[in-house]
């Protein structure tokens, strides 16, 4: 089946660095989302992502669809504990269903 | 605003058993998704339903199976449950309006375990 290859697996930063993270596959994507997950709830919308090259900020975060249509990354700003947790990307796939497929996730620690 | 509800939270059930989850979709929502999620991975998509059709099917077996109700609420219900199924069952909901028609909000989930 389809898949996502979302790097790294897992960040172990400073608070105050920056972070980046990002997705890529072999299929064309129409739509690009980015989740977070804390333990024990269900993924967190960040920010969704409709056009090739869109760049679309949420506060300290910023994604961008990527040209090719095939990746996508997203980038924290001045990291915070509270920014601790599991991002996960997530693709509509051209000419699909609306279904969502995702990364398996990277995992963020923040050390104050 | 309420979110995505579910229920139950948490659920023990044993091999061969059978288990209906709950989902009540954020209020305006009338497209709701389903998606396991075990340890260590990201969510994969089983159903989605739109208006009480289902619109959708990802790659589970037949003993997975789903239904919307008039009020847009819907029902997972897996069948003779295997020790693989033990995940965390999530829902979304999506109002598949013009400007956010992908955009998809989750529920906090119900863990299933399967002993």
């Known amino acids: 089946g389809q898949q996502l290859n979302q790097s790294p697996q897992s960040m172990f930063i400073q608070e105050g660095e920056d972070v980046s993270m990002n997705c890529t596959s072999s299929?064309?994507?129409?739509?690009w989302l980015w989740y977070k997950q804390e333990p024990g709830e269900g993924p967190v919308l960040l920010i969704a992502?409709?056009?090739?090259?869109e760049l679309t900020s949420n506060g300290r975060l910023t994604a961008q669809f990527g040209i090719t249509r095939k990746d996508s990354f997203l980038n924290i700003s001045a990291s915070i504990p509270s920014d601790v947790g599991i991002y996960f990307c997530?693709?509509?796939?051209?000419?699909?269903?609306?279904?969502?497929?995702f990364g398996k996730g990277t995992k963020l620690t923040v050390n104050p | 605003d309420a979110g995505v509800t579910q229920s139950p939270t948490h659920l023990i059930k044993t091999r061969g058993q059978h288990v209906t989850l709950r989902c009540s979709p954020i209020?305006?929502?009338?497209?709701v998704s389903w998606y396991q999620q075990v340890l260590g991975q990201g969510p994969q998509f089983i159903f989605q339903?739109?208006?009480?059709?289902?619109?959708g099917r990802g790659n589970f077996p037949d003993r997975f199976s789903a239904r919307q109700f008039p009020n847009y609420s819907s029902e997972l219900n897996v069948n003779a449950l295997l020790l693989g199924d033990s995940a965390l069952y999530l829902c979304?909901?999506?109002?598949?309006?013009?400007?956010?028609?992908?955009?998809?909000?989750f529920g906090p989930g119900t863990r299933l375990t399967v002993l």
């Open positions: 992502l409709y056009k090739a090259g």
């Open positions: 209020s305006g929502h009338k497209s």
């Open positions: 339903y739109y208006e009480k059709e289902e619109r």
């Open positions: 979304a909901s999506s109002s598949r309006d013009y400007r956010s028609y992908n955009e998809q909000f």
């Open positions: 997530a693709g509509q796939l051209q000419g699909g269903s609306e279904k969502l497929v």
């Open positions: 299929s064309i994507f129409n739509t």
